[in-house]
C-alpha cells in the first residue's frame, strides 16, 4: 500500500513540477540577489504532498485542492487597503510612470497569499508600471493585487507567473506580443543574437518589454519592463527593484552576466 502511494505521489509530482518554472521571485532586500523561496522548494512540495496523501494535511494543513504550492488559492487580504494611501503620480519626463516594489509606500502591502509586495511583488508592480504609462496613471501596485486577487491568480511569498501579468495587461486593450519563453535563461546577447532583429523591429514601432530573468544561478526570477535595448546592449529598464534607488531608467546589464532571461513579452499601447 505504501509503494503505491509513494508511486502516485511522484507521478503528481512531475504533473504538477512545470508551474514551479515560470514564476519569478523577488530578491529579498537588502542582500544580494538569493532566492526567497527555498533550494529545495520541489522536496518540499513532495514531502507535503505525502503528507496530504496520508492524512497529515499539507502546506498550512490545507487540504490538497487548496494548498498554495500545488493549486493556489485566494486568500482574502487581512490588512485594510486603505491603511495604504495612494500616492500622486507624476510621470518621468519621458512621460513613463515608476513604482518601487521597497523603499516606497505599498512595501509592506500584503499578497493575496502571504508575504508582502516588497518580498516578491515584482510582477504586480512591474504590471502598475505599465498600465499607469499606459493607460490611467490611477493605477497603482495595490491595485493591481487586487486584480490578482480578484481573478484567483496565485499572488504569494513564491512571487506570481508571468501568464497571469500578460492577462491582466491584455485585459486593459493593450497589444502584446510574445518575443521568447525559455526555461534556458539567456544572456542578453544571447538574446540579440537569436531574436535581436525581431527587437529591433518592434521597438522601432513603439514596443517595450515585459521581462522575466533570473538574478542568479538556479533561479532569482525578477520581473521588470524594459524600455529599450540599444546597439551596445545597453538593457534599460524600469526595475522595481534593482532600479528603485538609481536614476531612471536603470541598465540591467551592468549586471552581466546577469540577468539571464526567461521571457520577453512585447509591450504596447
Request: charge should be positive; aromatic fraction near 12%; hydrophobic fraction near 35%.
Given at each position: ?9 511522484l507521478?503528481?509530482f512531475?504533473l ?8 519569478a ?6 542582500s ?13 512540495i ?14 498550512n494543513n ?5 494548498n ?15 491603511s495604504?494611501?495612494d500616492?500622486?503620480v507624476?510621470?518621468?519626463?519621458n ?11 505599498y512595501?509592506n502591502y500584503?499578497?493575496?497569499q ?8 515584482c ?15 490611477n ?8 486584480k ?9 511569498p513564491?512571487?506570481?507567473?508571468y ?15 510574445l ?8 544572456t542578453?546577447?544571447?538574446?540579440v543574437?537569436?531574436?535581436?532583429s525581431?527587437?529591433?523591429n518592434?521597438?522601432?514601432s ?11 544561478d ?16 545597453n538593457?534599460?529598464?524600469?526595475d ?6 538609481l ?13 539571464k532571461y526567461?521571457v ?6
Open positions: 500500500m505504501k509503494q503505491k502511494i509513494i508511486l502516485f505521489a507521478i503528481l512531475f504538477f513540477s512545470p508551474l514551479l518554472k515560470n514564476q521571485q523577488t530578491i529579498t532586500p537588502p544580494q540577489p538569493t532566492p526567497t523561496s527555498n533550494p529545495n522548494n520541489s522536496l518540499n513532495l514531502v507535503d504532498l505525502l503528507k496530504i496523501i496520508l492524512g497529515a494535511g499539507g502546506e490545507l487540504p490538497l485542492n487548496q498554495n504550492a500545488l493549486n493556489p488559492s485566494t486568500i482574502p487580504i487581512s490588512i485594510n487597503p486603505s495604504f494611501p500616492i500622486q507624476t510621470p518621468d519626463v512621460g513613463l510612470v515608476y513604482y518601487p516594489q521597497c523603499n516606497g509606500p512595501d500584503p499578497l493575496p502571504g508575504g508582502t509586495l516588497c518580498q516578491a511583488g510582477g504586480p508592480t512591474t504590471v502598475a508600471m505599465i498600465l499607469a504609462s499606459f493607460v490611467d496613471n493605477i497603482n501596485p495595490k491595485t493591481i493585487v487586487e490578482y486577487q480578484a481573478n484567483g491568480y496565485y499572488l504569494g513564491d512571487g506570481s507567473y501568464s497571469h501579468a500578460q492577462n491582466l495587461l491584455q485585459s486593459y486593450n493593450l497589444k502584446i506580443a518575443i521568447f519563453a525559455d526555461n534556458q535563461p539567456k542578453i546577447d544571447q538574446v543574437n537569436q531574436f535581436g525581431i527587437i529591433k518592434y521597438q522601432k513603439g514596443w517595450t518589454f515585459f521581462a522575466l530573468a533570473n538574478f542568479c538556479g533561479g532569482c526570477g525578477h520581473f521588470f519592463w524594459i524600455i529599450e535595448i540599444d546597439e551596445n546592449l538593457t534599460w529598464a524600469y522595481p527593484y534593482y532600479g528603485r534607488l536614476p531612471r531608467p536603470y541598465n540591467e546589464k551592468s549586471r552581466y552576466p546577469f540577468p526567461r520577453i513579452l512585447g509591450v504596447k499601447k
